[in-house]
C-alpha cells in the first residue's frame, strides 16, 4: 500500500518523498481554482436558475456568493492545517473518528464530482454543440467526452493544470464577451431592466422563500469547485502559503463575474427563453446588439464545459488516491503508473462511474445533485472546523474567524434541506449513491477482516 506523505512539523509543509509530482505553484493554483468553479455552472445551468426565481436572476447567485465564501473560508484554514490529499474525509476523520462518516463523506464528495462531470458532458452535448451538428447521439456525445478527458487525466497531472490553465483562460473570454454585450446594450438603451425585480413566485411568504431558496440551491452548482482544490494539496508547492490566497480569490473573482454575468442575462432575454435552453449564454449572445458569432460562442462554451468536467474527474480520483492511503478505500485505489505519476486505478474508477450517471439525468438534476451533495459535506466540514480547534499543530497556518462555519454550517443545511424546493428525483439520485457507498463500505469491511487486517 502506498503511504501519505510526511508532514514537516516545523513548516507544515511535505517533504519530498511520495508518488505525487509537485508540479503546482502558487499562479498555476489561483487559476486551477478558478478554472475549477467556473465552466459548467454559469455556462449550463442560469438558464434552470432563471426557471425557478424569474427575472430577479441576480439574487441567488449573490446569496450563493455569500454562503460559498463562508465555506471557503473553512476550506482554507483546515487545509493549512493539515495539506494534505483527501480534503473533507481527513477533515472528518481527525474530527469526529469515526470511520463510516468518514467514508460517507468521502463518497458523497466523490459522488458530487461525477454528477458535475456528468453535468457537463451532457451541457457539452446540448444546445451549444448543436450549433454545429445533430447527427450524433447526445448520449453518445457525452461518453466519448469522459473518455477523452480521463485518457487526458492519465498522462500526468502537469499535463491535465497546464490544459485547464488554457481552458480557463478561454472560458474567461467567454464570459468577457457576455460582459461586453451588456455593457453595450446599456449605453445602447437595449434590454429590459425592469425584468431584474421581476420574480417567477406569486405573491409573497412561503412561496417566494422556497422560490429563492430552490433557485440559490441550484444556483450554488455555479460555486462549488473550490473544495476540489484542497484534494491537489499534496502536489501544491507550498500549499500553507499558497491556499488561502488562492481560495479566496479565486471564490471572489468569479462570485463577481456570476452577478454581473447574471445580470446581463436577465437584461437581454425573458426568463423564460433561458428556463428552456441548454445554452443559457447563447440565447444572451443572440440577443446581444453586437453581431458576435453564436457558432464562435458555443465553441468558447463548449472548452469552458470540458474544463469542468476534466478538474472534477481528476479531483474525484485525487480522492480515491488519499482515501486508500488514508485504509478507507482498498489499497488498489492508490496504485499509480510508474512514468506518470497518476492514479491509475482511481481515474478508470471514477470515469466508469462517470459514464454511468450520464444515463441518469439532464443538467438541471445532475446539477442540483452535485449542489445537494456538496451543501451536505459542508455543513460537516464547518462542524469540523470548530471540533479541530482542539488539535492545535505545530506550524502556523491561516484561523477563520469562529462565526464564519457557525454561519456556514447553517446556511448549507437550510439549503440542503426541503425549503429549497428541489425535485424529488434529486434526493432519490443522492440517496441510491449513498446505498451504494454503504454496500461499498461493508464489503471492503469484510474482505479486510478476512485478510486479517485492522479495519479504521
Known sequence: MTTTRAIDRESGTPDEEGPLKRAIGPKLLILFVIGDILGTGIYATTGKVAGKVGGALWLPFVIGFVVALLTAASYVELVG????????????????????????????????????????????????????????????????????????????????????????????????????????????GDGEPARLTEFEASGTGYALITSVLGATALGFFAFVGFEDSVNMAEETKDPVRAFPRAIFLGVAVTGTIYVLVALVSSLLVDHRTLEKSSGPLLEVVKAGGLDFPPQLFALIALFAVTNSALINIMMASRLCYGMANE??????????????????????????????????????????????????????VNIAVLVLRRDPVAHRHFRTPTALPVLGAITALVLASPL????????????????????????????????????V
Open 81 to 188: 492545517k493539515y495539506p494534505k490529499a483527501a480534503g473533507a474525509a481527513l477533515y472528518t476523520q481527525k474530527a469526529f473518528k469515526v470511520p463510516f462518516l468518514t467514508f460517507i463523506i468521502a463518497f458523497m464528495v466523490m459522488c458530487s464530482g461525477l454528477s458535475s462531470a456528468s453535468a457537463a458532458a451532457r451541457a457539452f452535448s446540448g444546445d451549444y454543440f448543436l450549433e454545429f451538428t445533430d447527427a450524433i447521439p447526445p448520449t453518445l456525445i457525452a461518453i466519448l467526452f469522459i473518455l477523452v478527458l480521463a485518457a487526458l487525466n492519465l498522462r500526468g497531472v502537469s499535463e491535465s493544470v497546464k490544459t485547464n490553465v488554457v481552458l480557463t483562460l478561454v472560458e474567461l473570454t467567454g464570459l468577457a464577451i457576455i460582459l461586453a454585450i451588456g455593457a453595450w446594450a446599456l449605453f445602447s
Open 327 to 380: 485504509r478507507i478505500l482498498p489499497a488498489v485505489m492508490g496504485r499509480v503508473l510508474p512514468r506518470r505519476c497518476t492514479p491509475v486505478v482511481g481515474i478508470v474508477f471514477v470515469s466508469a462511474l462517470a459514464i454511468g450517471l450520464v444515463t441518469t439525468g439532464e443538467i438541471e438534476g445532475l446539477g442540483d445533485t452535485t449542489a445537494f451533495l456538496l451543501l451536505c459535506v459542508f455543513a460537516v
Open 420 to 455: 429549497a424546493d428541489r425535485d424529488a428525483e434529486v434526493y432519490i439520485r443522492a440517496g441510491v449513491l449513498l446505498a451504494i457507498g454503504i454496500g461499498l463500505w461493508a464489503l471492503n469491511r469484510t474482505v479486510m477482516k478476512a485478510r486479517g487486517e485492522n479495519t
